[in-house]
């Protein structure tokens, strides 16, 4: 029929015309002339959020900045974040929906260390660019490949310097208190090599659950064993109810803390205690606490676009691996393939608002951000004290 | 017109659409829709104990772990084949199964639900903790699967492999539920004393219940060890036994192609829920509140309303008050 | 070591026992387990939180007012989620409840799940919380106020069910709804009051727990498989036995912690249930239900 035959050759020259265009716009995958499409895999809901969505927001005003300047060489940044629940299987589809279905210049996320291994060989096997910012898990990157890198402190980093500090502290007797979840493993079998490589063996290892209502039985152990020292591989939750704990039998041990209580003055709020983490020195990702003047401009812009957020260090992490990736971005030029994004990152070093030290990926090393800051009380409030840079 | 929705027409249509997904389909598609064949594995499996048998019990999501663990346990330490690791994962997931079901005989209702989760949860624990075997809460990689002689590649093998065991099992699930075991069941669950007087065996029964969804559900968790390629304990947590539990439902319970229609439905829900981002939960939660509260029935109860060729024998699961 | 360990086994388990018994109210009223038990619990808490540190009314008064907040969400779980399906069959009401946690899991998290940048929130203590000494132990004061909360509510319920009118209507109800009907007691309106009175004490469990952990909405889970530890333990449908269960779990809880392995604290609820169930399914003080068939 007539208008079946004009039908048909219409919708056919408009395919053919819109091939054309998409041919000549879509340099590169996820690439236009406006917008480069950039993906979030990670967990969005559920109890580990803020590894995931908090970060994300922060990456997301590091993102907005870049925009409202220009972007970068004239092209916007678009952020599209898929969940994975904290979950092997959801981090599989997540990834392949934003691979195959969103079609992303590259992956800028990550947050449980199981969810992120999961997904991996399908980044592999599409080579996709992937910076990661919250998985501590070092086989992610090591061996490298040439295209992921990460900016997060390995596990292991954490762990090690936990023993490190405790050692150079001149603690002869330390103990243990970890979670035995997958995050807790993580850091747990690191801090085990860790008390071989400096040949000593910890006085008392407990385990505590993620949500436990009372530690008082870990704590008695502990003091059982007399142990000077206390390594904490926890999250709040469970951190709050150990020192509260250990402060109630009137054991005052010097306390080794993670990035999970980085923030020693709010952690105290958290115990709701004050006195009780006077001995307590916790190792962070982080180079500042939430309120220190030098973070005030990212504390404005992110509690302008999240109102009702608190500005954390979960923020924190978004803010470095945003500037990094940015700076990656404009590195590789005007002609943005994935090649000249892995180059660029490959050798690239960028002094971040947010970390003691500067992420710096070198072709042989992923694992860019080698710097943890010590923090503690110092006249009721949370000073940073050094920074290290540490090594294996 | 109705008789072209009839059963028949449309497990074929969604048979072919199945089989040929992969040729135009992309990754995340062909991934979602293996996800999908293995829930339905599932979902039969636990509408056998929870809809037939009328036996109130969650150690499904446990006994997915076991038949995860198994399998995948035996790729990476022995590097076997998957025709020795997937059979061998069912088959260990069904022994646990049985061991289940001797306690369980006893308890019934509520206890039976309350037993069955501290199970569920124990299992869990174990899964976490036993590092020497499981690697505790850290998990481990599977190798992947692989297909040679034939040149596919692991996903594309894995989704066929998995095609080719619901096109087994649902029909052996299907002839199951009609036989004198299904008859038995059901008689069982609408009164266990009417039951024992007609001379059925309720030991025998119950037991046949458990070890069969045990065996459907081991062979689901170890098509999942190798399609995810990465086993860890959390996949198999509390949140997984309510998925399970919704399939079945949502599908219509006591119904086996309820329960394959749950399946699909529930994975196409899953995806769906990812664009509520923060408001997941609060979806997930109405959404089931609607199903139990408006359509109690499930969609095969809605289905059966319209079209015909959808009937079943002994459906209906039996009303308590 | 051991008074300690029984101390703090004492103060966790008067926790339990308190979620238990809102639990075992609704089972013994309407033959139902409330899957979203642990969720009423947990927003009770949240409910306190808002007033408490919010709004920055007193601690007592916000007690008060989230067991009526509390009471009022059990009303409201009556209406939206038990009055329709009165007649389903029990696996019915088991979705329904989960999916009503799910739902108040999720507005929880909305709500309050950002507010001091991280999922949790930290409730202040209600008065000056260093350890007070008390022979050879010390205890924190809060324990103490555990303890003395559980009881003026164990005593006020006991009270409320042996001389009030409202209160034997429940018990009336519970024996045999039909009778009761019969007799011209409005069943829905008990059920209702049912629900209502089971939330209110969650509630109160959870602000007088509040101030020694951090509030998040995912503590309701694991106090409800307490719950069911201490209900299947002191049997499913008798009170005191949800408060020796309760008690009980905490201290097994405890010791076991402190005397066999800390990993072992976790899952020790579990194997109570296991164990009791296959052994003596009726608990330590159940009733045996024979009418099931």
């Known amino acids: ?392 | 017109m109705q008789a072209l929705l009839a059963r028949r027409n449309i497990v074929a249509v969604g048979i072919i659409v199945f089989a040929i997904l992969p040729t135009f389909a992309n990754a995340y598609i062909v991934f979602v829709a293996n996800l999908a064949l293995m829930y339905i594995l599932l979902s039969v499996g636990l509408n056998m104990l929870l809809g037939y048998a009328g036996q109130l019990a969650f150690p499904n999501a446990a006994l997915f772990g076991v038949g995860a663990y198994t399998s995948g346990l035996l790729r990476l330490e022995f590097d076997l084949p998957y025709w020795i690791t997937l059979p061998a994962g069912a088959a260990f997931a069904t022994l646990i199964g049985l061991a289940i079901a001797l306690p369980a005989l006893r308890l019934r209702g509520l206890y039976l639900a309350l037993a069955t989760i501290a199970f569920a949860q124990a299992a869990l624990w174990v899964f976490g903790h036993w590092n020497s075997v499981t690697y505790g809460g850290a998990g481990f990689r599977v190798p992947p699967m692989d297909f040679s002689p034939l040149p596919l590649d692991p996903s594309t093998g894995i989704y066929y492999l998995s095609l080719i065991i619901v096109l087994v099992a649902v029909p052996l699930g299907w002839n199951i539920v009609r036989s004198r075991i299904g008859r038995a069941w059901v008689a069982l669950r609408e009164s266990e004393v009417a039951a024992e007087t007609l001379g059925i065996d309720l030991t025998l029964y119950k037991a046949y219940a458990y070890v069969i969804s045990g065996l459907y559900a081991g062979t689901a968790g170890a098509l999942f060890s190798a399609l995810l390629g990465i086993v860890t304990p959390e996949s198999f947590d509390l949140f997984q036994v309510i998925v399970h539990f919704c399939m079945v439902i949502v599908g219509g319970i006591g119904s086996l192609w309820g329960g394959v229609l749950g399946a699909v439905i529930l994975v196409g829900l899953l995806e769906v829920l990812r664009t509520f981002r923060d408001l997941q939960e609060i979806a997930f939660g109405g959404l089931l509140l609607f199903t139990v509260l408006v359509v109690p029935g499930g969609a095969i109860a809605m289905i059966k309303r319209y079209l015909p060729g959808w009937n079943e024998p002994l459906r209906r699961i039996g009303k308590k008050r | 070591m051991l008074a300690y360990l029984l101390m703090s086994g004492i103060a966790t388990g008067a926790l339990y026992a308190m979620v238990a018994i809102g639990l075992v109210l609704v089972y013994r009223s309407t033959g139902h387990i409330n899957f979203s038990h642990g969720e009423l619990f947990m927003f009770g808490g949240f409910i306190a939180y808002t007033f408490f540190v919010i709004l920055g009314v007193p601690y007592f008064l916000s007690l008060i007012l989230a067991v009526i907040g509390g009471f009022v969400l059990g009303v409201l779980s009556d209406r939206a989620v038990y009055r329709p399906l009165i007649k389903a069959p029990p696996l019915t009401m088991v979705l329904a409840t989960v999916g009503f946690s799910f739902f108040l899991k999720g507005i929880a998290r909305y709500f309050w799940g950002s507010m001091e940048g991280g999922d949790y929130v930290a409730f202040p203590a209600a008065m000056d919380p260093s350890p007070i000494p008390i022979g050879s132990i010390n205890v924190f004061p809060q324990q103490l106020l555990i303890l003395a909360g559980a009881i003026v509510f164990v005593v006020g319920f006991t009270i409320f069910f042996r001389m009030t009118r409202a209160g034997k209507m429940m018990q009336a109800t519970s024996e045999n709804p039909t009778a009761a009907y019969l007799s011209g007691i409005r069943v829905e309106r008990v059920y209702t009051l049912t629900w209502g009175a089971g939330s209110a004490i969650a509630a109160a469990a959870a602000v007088l727990m509040a101030p020694m952990t951090l509030l998040s909405p995912d503590v309701g889970f694991q106090l409800l498989l307490k719950a069911f530890a201490a209900t299947v333990l002191g049997g499913l449908g008798s009170m005191p036995g949800a408060i020796v269960g309760g008690l009980l779990v905490g201290i097994l809880e405890s010791l076991g912690g402190g005397y066999i392995h800390s990993g072992v604290q976790d899952v020790s609820a579990f194997i109570v249930i296991i164990i009791v169930l296959v052994l003596r399914p009726a608990g330590l003080f159940g009733v045996r239900n024979i009418r099931d068939t």
């Not at chain 1, 015309?17 to 996820?30: D, F, H, I, K, P």
Request: proline content about 4%; hydrophobic content about 40%.
């Open chain 1, 1 to 392: 029929m007539k208008s079946r035959r004009h039908v048909l050759s219409t919708m056919s020259a408009a395919l053919i015309a819109s091939m054309c265009v998409v041919g000549a716009a879509n340099a590169e995958v996820g690439v236009t002339d406006k917008e480069i499409k950039i993906g979030a895999l990670g967990v969005l809901t559920g109890p580990n959020a803020k590894y995931g969505n908090t970060v994300y927001d922060g990456i997301e005003t590091v993102y907005e900045e870049a925009n409202k300047s220009g972007g970068i060489h004239g092209r916007q940044l678009v952020y599209v974040r898929e969940d994975d629940r904290c979950q092997a299987a959801e981090a599989v589809g997540a990834a392949k929906k934003l691979i195959h279905q969103h079609k992303v210049f590259m992956i800028h996320g990550g947050a449980c260390s199981n969810a992120s291994l999961a997904a991996k060989p399908e980044i592999v096997a599409t080579k996709v660019p992937w910076v990661i910012t919250a998985s501590t898990a070092p086989s992610l990157t090591d061996p490298v490949t040439p295209h992921i890198f990460t900016t997060m402190l390995a596990g292991w980093m954490e762990s090690y310097a936990q023993v490190q500090y405790a050692v150079e502290k001149g603690m002869k007797r330390v103990a243990i208190i970890s979670q035995h979840d997958n995050w807790g493993r993580s850091r747990y079998d690191p801090l085990m090599d860790a008390f071989k490589l400096h040949g000593i063996e910890p006085v008392a290892n407990e385990e505590i659950v993620p949500d436990p209502a009372d530690a008082t039985a870990i704590a008695l152990r502990i003091q059982a064993a007399k142990a000077d020292a206390v390594i904490l591989v926890a999250f709040p939750k469970a951190a709050v109810v150990a020192v509260r704990d250990m402060y109630k039998i009137g054991y005052k041990p010097f306390m080794i803390g993670g990035s999970t209580v980085g923030d020693v003055g709010l952690f105290t709020k958290n115990i709701g205690i004050p006195g009780s983490t006077d001995n307590l020195h916790a190792v962070s990702t982080i180079g500042y606490t939430a309120d220190d003047p030098a973070v005030a401009k990212w504390k404005k812009l992110v509690e302008a676009k999240y109102s009702g957020d608190t500005f954390n260090i979960y923020h924190m992490f978004g803010i470095a691996s945003g500037q990094f990736v940015v700076e990656a971005l404009r590195r590789a030029g005007k002609d943005l393939t994935r090649d000249a994004f892995n180059k660029a990152a490959s050798n690239l070093s960028v002094n971040t608002d947010v970390y003691g030290g500067p992420i710096t990926c070198t072709p042989t090393n992923h694992q860019c951000h080698n710097t943890a800051a010590w923090f503690g009380l110092v006249n009721g409030t949370t000073k940073r004290l050094a920074t290290t840079t540490v090594t294996r």
